[in-house]
């Protein structure tokens, strides 16, 4: 797509696209509910054979209306946007600001060749702008020009209109056949935290069960259960929660899998130069690129399931995802399921050295052991007058508080080398965080009153992707390292965000 | 500490600890105690409503309550204003911006000039009684990572402002010259 001083309507498919997004917005009509709930019945019937088709219309015509009314024009260094039907928006995109773009092909383009080119730009609230119902071609274009441009206005200055990795061989190329997605679904199952949701359920179903107990009476299944009731000596209902609980969990996970499956179908991650680009997805295609010099932080992890499947998950993230926990997984750049070699290489790929990690002082686990401990020993005592001798089983619990506590301070290690800062914390998985030092926004030393005793102190460094701490260092060296570190980032002159 | 700071060069900075840092102006412990006073007189009005409501049954207890808070008042007005005043300051070098603050909890904090995105002169109305006002450098981290100076004369913060924006510029230039 070249440069055009003139306002550009996206293709009329695009419609499709405006119809997608105005459907949650149908929620905002939930008050006209309540009269149809409190109504009587002669209202019902008013509202289906009237109040549907208008609302039908309503949105057809909201629908064109907003295609109608948005256009684009791309400048040599920008893209402008104008959309709305009665606020009118207009807003303007630096090609320079962008710090991520990508390309999705939902299904309902597919057949037409259309794409939506999502852009996403830094600043202290990250916006994105989405321009839905280009053709493939255009869309590609429009994002190496982009592209290229962050990268080459930054550099010299000069803008090079010619677009020339769209057709270079990749450098390095990862694919991930459905095997390991299939594993991505297991390590990372959010839907987990639903389960507790459940739970109130179960009184609902405690009579349902009942009942289908009875009918369960002649059926094969039954006798299976009867069989494990009587050989290992546990009642029958206990049986059946144990079985629920865990066709529950297989439901969850068989779902978590799925959602992986959908998301990144075909993962195909590549560099070529200094680009690294994604593309996966089944429903939705989505191609996903970042320049290096943007990244802000590295962070690689693995949970408890990741570690037993011997598999890593690695985010890049770029400046202004720092808003926090809501940006989710399929708005980050992602690496879903590495295995040790793959991350190594990925690893080279990105230059992260390899880490000596050095450990923070021990009082990291002294203060919190001691106050857990004081605590429990004085649980402990107060219980002996009501409950007697038993009370001693409390202090067992010491034991384990230390234990927890020694093994959080011995993952955790922090390692300075030339271009790198990073942290790594854990208990029983590992999440390793890796900032280039030349980028850090802030840094602070802090010493709290008890760790001023120890002389001891913390050091946090700001990213433009959230904050790290390394937690009890010797204060001399938590303000060496602080020094050295400020040394690099005023001495690093390159372009960085 | 040989193996932790592979890069000490000729470039690297001198350490902070030895700097002349810059105290801020005494008049702020005037701006504390305001803010101060003022938190306390609204416990203590609640307190007295909450008397006035349900009699004077409830005068023991919440006399100890307003006693305590005014123990702590008395502190925080006495002993903590002036300390925290003592120990806020700041320093601002060519290449980089430093604030020391706290009582208890002391923290310095630091950003390099080349990273600041905007400065800001803040002043309150408390402030403004006093002809003080507040720097406030921004960074790119989000919405914690800002550098704030408090209590400097209102001539002051505008001088400091204008000298770290004209750093900016000036790191601006360079990064566009290499």
Known sequence: MQPNKEWQRVSPIATIYFFVKSIPHLINFWPALVPLLAGGETLRQLALMYGVPALLVLLIVSVFLQYWFFSYKVEPTRLTLRSGVLNRKRLTLDFERVQQADIAHPFYFRPFNLATLGFESAGSAQQEVDVPGLSVQAAENLRQRVLEQAAQSTEDGTIDAQPETLDREPEFSLHLPPTEILRYGLMHNTLLYLAPLAAPLGQYLGPLIETSVASLEHSQVYGLVTWVSDNLAVSVTLVLALMAVMAGTALLFGLSVILALVRYWNYQLTRVGDRFQYRAGLTTIRTRGFKHYKLQKVTISQGLIARLLRRYTMHISKAGSFSAAQVQDNQRFIVPVLDIVNVLLLRGELSLPTAQWLSVSRFYLVFPVLTLSVITLAAVVTGWFTLGAVSLLGLLFIPLIYGYFWRRWHCLGYYRSAEWLALRTGFIGFTERWLPTGKLQKIRVVATPVSRCFGLAHLQVWSADGVLTIPCLPAAMASDLRDSLLTDVVNYRRAWL | ?178
């Open chain 2, 1 to 178: 500490m040989a193996q932790l700071d592979p890069v000490v060069t000729d470039e690297t900075l001198p350490p902070l600890l030895d700097e002349p840092w810059r105290p801020i102006d005494p008049r702020y412990c005037g701006v504390l105690r305001i803010v101060v006073f003022i938190y306390l007189f609204i416990i203590c009005l609640a307190g007295a409503l909450f008397v006035w409501r349900s009699g004077l049954v409830a005068l023991p207890v919440i006399g100890y309550l307003l006693g305590g808070v005014c123990l702590l008042g008395a502190f925080l007005l006495f002993v903590w204003a002036p300390r925290r005043v003592r120990h806020t300051q700041y320093l601002l070098r060519e290449k980089d911006v430093h604030i020391r603050v706290g009582f208890w909890w002391h923290s310095t904090t630091s950003a390099g000039n080349n990273r600041v995105q905007h400065t800001e002169v803040t002043q309150g109305p408390i402030e403004r009684w006093f002809g003080l006002s507040k720097l406030v450098v921004y960074t790119a981290g989000g919405g914690q990572s800002d550098v704030k100076i408090p209590g400097l004369p209102t001539d002051t913060a505008h001088r400091l402002k204008n000298y770290l924006t004209q750093q900016v510029v000036a790191e601006e230039l360079l990064d566009a010259a290499e």
